[in-house]
């Protein structure tokens, strides 16, 4: 890598909605980190993908996950969004959750949610991309906490 800096400045430039993305460890600990590198690959049969460091300390959880969620953030949630970005244990503690029938910890006030069968992990550089294949999903109305230059921000008409 020639300059990270400017590599890390020029990615910043592609704005992003905000996730959290959750799952059950072997223990039965809930697990969740703050990920913006979540997507859309495939409609059939119905793909996403997100990217998790390999330092995660959630990375074994989600390796070993048969089953994952991705939370979707509301503008209104950067606090949340700040909560599961912290390397921490315990992180659900106080936090408004509810376990699917897989056993996924999903968000309560999330904007949308998307409970997903792990489905395909890909060793790539420093992360490993997870794919899920989405086996339920619901969207609430409102607008979506974004990430654009290294920060959180908000849609504006202007
Ligand atoms: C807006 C935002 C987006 C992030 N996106 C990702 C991501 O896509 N993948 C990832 O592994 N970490 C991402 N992180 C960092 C993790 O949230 C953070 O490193 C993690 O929660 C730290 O705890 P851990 O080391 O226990 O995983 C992001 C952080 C922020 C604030």
Redesign the pocket.
């Known amino acids: 890598m020639q300059d990270p800096k400017k590599f890390r400045r020029s990615l910043g430039r592609f704005a992003t909605g905000?996730t959290v993305a959750t799952c059950t460890g072997a223990d039965g600990e809930p697990f969740g980190?703050?990920?913006?590198?979540f997507s859309s690959v495939s409609l059939e049969p119905p793909l996403v993908l997100?990217?998790?460091?390999k330092?995660?300390?959630?990375l074994e959880a989600f390796l070993e996950a048969s089953h994952f969620g991705v939370n979707v953030l509301a503008r209104d949630q950067r606090d949340l969004?700040a909560h599961?970005?912290?390397?921490a244990t315990g992180l659900f503690e106080g936090i408004s959750f509810h376990r699917t029938g897989h056993g996924v910890p999903l968000l309560d006030s999330s904007l949308a949610w998307f409970e997903c069968r792990s489905y395909q992990r890909h060793d790539c550089g420093d992360?490993y991309i997870l794919v899920g294949e989405v086996i339920a999903y619901d969207a609430a109305d409102g607008d979506p906490l974004l990430?654009y230059r290294g920060d959180y921000a908000v849609l504006s008409d202007g």
Do not use: C, E
């Open positions: 905000v980190l703050t990920v913006n590198s997100w990217n998790i460091a330092v995660s300390r959630s969004a599961f970005a912290r390397s992360h990430f």
